[in-house]
């Protein structure tokens, strides 16, 4: 029998006092500064040169973090308006986080995930039981996106026999060789071609800037036809995975009615419908999860970034019907990994709920991001080459196009350039922003869920100066 949640340290006397954020503050003369030029330099000889880009304006090197607040070595302080990739939504260096971290850690860190469990995993597995929408029930945990996504995959295999997935055109699910198979991005795949496996399948995703209302019917027709067309390929279709909004594809916010008509599409062709919310999921889209913003159900569940709060846990969440199929472990599980539900990641993910729960950020989520959205439209309403402003929630794009005189297709012609030099000027005014998109035009704002309103009307207007000079 389960003990009550008060039996552990971390569930006890939490911080109330959420960290202020502070307003940027620039110190150096250039951007980096002279010790993160100084880093770089070590670390171009220590790090394989593929993994982080230096050039003339990247990278300062962060050193600490509170709030919404990151600094660097050279003490420059900036308002982080991407969490971390999304991860730190309830605030970076979390009073609940450091405080799970710091009790958990005098119980117990690791343990033997699959052999010896630990009661935090069997809570933490219960409580997303509880979060989830529908019969979503019973979880498998790993540590990154990426991992939950290959959980799904090896799961639907397991249920349905068939290997086919059909993903969307601009998804990202993770770069393991599973994840990448239904990773869209052709730059990401092209080195390993040779090794990555075919039995991703993709369609169009809604976009309504080229099909107006009938986006949803352009892409669920291509979904039918992928579909009939594999029914006798070596890869026969199984399940669908889609992001309910994509993220690194561009901050693309589908009709309300695509994920309802997906639904029953995999009703219909006895497949099971997979939603990757590693990105969106925990008060992100301003729901706990963004299949809540239409009432739709999955068969299996992925969660990661904003659920460990800056911890490395992910988790693959399904209905005991589809995770029967795995059968029962007899000693030697065929799916899992060293830290598999480990007690530290575990605990901190409870305490992460918990502050989410508790701060209301939820509704915090949805309110911030609905203002931000409103003074970002006053800027597109200003500069036309802002060619949309879109989101849900804490999770918001603004694309930038060129002018698109004498192109007859509908679709925008990219304005890569302006929002590379866009974040790049942001950033020497103390903010931090990431782009997204196939074309790198998009700018994603996915700040954590303590911005104030302040904080917008603050970015805003750097922008607006920004843009004047565009």
């Not at 982080?80 to 609940?96: C, E, K, N, Q, W």
């Amino acid at each position: 029998m389960l003990k009550k949640p008060g039996i552990f340290p971390f569930f006890k006397k939490r911080p109330k006092k959420l960290p202020a954020s502070l307003l940027p503050k620039i110190r150096t003369k250039t951007l980096p500064g002279p010790k993160s030029q100084k880093i770089a330099e070590s670390l171009k000889r220590f790090e394989c040169p593929q993994i982080t880009f230096t050039g003339e304006n990247y990278p300062v090197f962060l050193e600490k973090a509170s709030g919404c607040n990151v600094t660097d070595v050279d003490g420059n302080r900036y308002l982080d308006l991407t969490s971390a990739f999304g991860v730190a939504g309830i605030g970076h260096s979390s009073p609940a986080v450091l405080k799970a971290m710091k009790d958990q850690s005098r119980l117990m860190i690791h343990g033997m995930g699959d052999v010896h469990p630990n009661e935090v995993k069997v809570l933490l597995a219960k409580k997303l039981s509880e979060l989830t929408p529908g019969n979503l029930s019973m979880s498998i945990f790993s540590s990154t996106g990426s991992e939950a996504v290959e959980s799904a995959l090896k799961t639907a295999v397991m249920h349905t026999k068939k290997t086919g997935v059909i993903a969307f055109e601009g998804a990202y699910h993770g770069l393991g060789y599973g994840a990448l198979s239904v990773t869209h991005r052709q730059d990401f795949k092209k080195p390993f071609e040779k090794q990555i496996a075919k039995f991703g399948h993709f369609a169009p995703f809604p976009d309504s800037r080229i099909h107006g209302n009938k986006a949803v019917e352009v892409s669920l027709r291509s979904v039918k036809s992928v579909f009939k067309k594999n029914r006798r390929s070596a890869h026969p279709v199984g399940a669908l995975l889609v992001e309910p909004i994509q993220g690194r594809g561009g901050i693309m916010v589908p009709p309300p009615n695509f994920m309802k008509e997906l639904r029953a599409f995999c009703d219909e062709a006895k497949i099971l419908l997979i939603a990757d919310e590693v990105f969106t999921g925990f008060g992100r889209t301003g729901f706990w999860f963004s299949v809540m913003r239409s009432d739709v159900i999955p068969d299996l569940l992925c969660v990661g970034k904003g659920l460990g709060g800056g911890f490395p846990i992910s988790a693959c969440i399904g209905s005991s019907r589809v995770m029967y199929s795995w059968g029962a472990s007899h000693g030697d599980s065929i799916h899992t990994s060293t830290f598999l539900g480990w007690p530290l990641g575990c605990a901190v993910a409870l305490a992460v709920i918990r502050d989410i729960e508790e701060n209301k950020f939820i509704d915090r989520s949805r309110e911030m991001g609905d203002f931000f959205k409103k003074e970002l439209y006053k800027l597109k309403e200003r500069y036309s080459f802002i060619g949309d402003v879109r989101g849900s929630g804490l999770m918001i794009g603004v694309e930038f196009n060129e002018p698109s005189y004498g192109n007859r297709s509908k679709k925008p012609v990219p304005g890569t350039e302006k929002a590379k030099r866009f974040i790049t000027e942001s950033l020497k005014r103390g903010i931090v922003l990431l782009s997204s998109g196939p074309d790198h035009n998009v700018v994603s704002i996915t700040p954590p869920f303590l911005i104030t309103a302040k904080d917008i009307q603050h970015c805003v207007k750097l922008f607006d100066e920004i843009l004047k000079k565009f």
